[in-house]
């Protein structure tokens, strides 16, 4: 509207971009988050590890929210598949259950398998809800 022209270097323009990113990825991951509470709230979501294996056990998962960097020690089933905290023999087929040095990363591989969106979030506020959440297809 009528003002001059800003000038600006190359590095100039390369830091404004990434401040503008990274605004926009944080005010992504509270939305992600926002969508999450609320659903968890509605009995539609899941947080914590035990809860949001159970929901990718059921293939309820559409969104897999999970703090970079979160790992667990778990077990998975041989015979089903089945994601756990520890459970043996397996709650779902009976089958003897192997340790998993992340299970984490085993959920995450899952809810790709299972066309689930993946969402990697650094807000605090996912620390509240145990590092992991999910948000249920249905």
Do not use: W
Request: hydrophobic letters at 40%.
């Amino acid at each position: 509207r009528g003002g001059r022209p800003v000038r600006a270097g190359r590095v100039e323009l390369s830091r404004a971009i990434s401040e503008i990113d990274g605004v926009r990825e944080q005010v992504h991951q509270e939305a992600v988050l926002d969508v999450l509470r609320d659903r968890i709230g509605t009995g539609k979501g899941t947080g914590g590890l035990a809860a949001t294996l159970e929901a990718l056990a059921d293939g309820r998962v559409a969104t897999l929210v999970v703090k970079p960097g979160y790992a667990a020690v778990g077990t998975r089933c041989p015979g089903c598949g089945h994601l756990g905290l520890g459970a043996r023999p397996c709650p779902r087929c009976g089958s003897i259950t192997e340790l998993v040095d992340d299970v984490v990363e085993a959920a995450i591989d899952r809810a790709l398998a299972q066309d689930a969106t993946v969402e990697f979030c650094t807000s605090p506020g996912l620390d509240d809800l145990g590092g992991v959440g999910a948000v249920d297809r249905f």
